[in-house]
Nanobody, 117 residues
Framework: QVHLVESGGGLVQAGGSLRLSCRAPRMITSTFNSAIMGWYRQAPGKQRELVASMTHGREANYAESVKGRFTMSRDSSRKMVHLQMNSLKPEDTAVYYC????????WGQGTQVTVSS
C-alpha cells in the first residue's frame, strides 16, 4: 500500500517561508514518474483544496490564492515532492497533504502549517 509522508510544517510569522516535503517510499517508481502529484490543504472547518500540482513533465499549476508565492518541485529519483512557500499569510494556515491528483492514494497524516499575524 502506498504510504505518503509529509513533513516540514511549523509555526511561522506572516511574511515568512516554509518548505514542505513529501515522500512516497512504497510507491512504485514508474507510478510516481507517471503521476500528476499535488499539494492539498485543509483549514479548520473547510474542505480540502488543491493548491499546487505538477505533471511528470514538471508542468506546474497553482491555485490563484497561492500563485506567485508557492513553488512546487519533484524529485523522481527519490520519489519526493516539495512545496516552497514564501510570503506566507495567516489564511495559509492549514494541514498540508500531498497525493496523486484525481486518483488519490490513502491520505497521509499531513503536516501542520500555522501562520501568525
Amino acid at each position: 500500500q502506498v504510504h505518503l509522508v509529509e513533513s516540514g510544517g511549523g509555526l511561522v510569522q506572516a511574511g515568512g517561508s516554509l518548505r514542505l516535503s513529501c515522500r512516497a517510499p512504497r510507491m512504485i517508481t514508474s507510478t510516481f514518474n507517471s503521476a500528476i502529484m499535488g499539494w492539498y490543504r485543509q483549514a479548520p472547518g473547510k474542505q480540502r483544496e488543491l493548491v499546487a500540482s505538477m505533471t511528470h513533465g514538471r508542468e506546474a499549476n497553482y491555485a490563484e490564492s497561492v500563485k506567485g508565492r508557492f513553488t512546487m518541485s519533484r524529485d523522481s529519483s527519490r520519489k519526493m515532492v516539495h512545496l516552497q512557500m514564501n510570503s506566507l499569510k495567516p489564511e495559509d494556515t492549514a494541514v498540508y497533504y500531498c497525493n496523486r491528483v484525481s486518483q488519490e492514494f490513502p491520505w497521509g497524516q499531513g503536516t501542520q502549517v500555522t501562520v501568525s499575524s
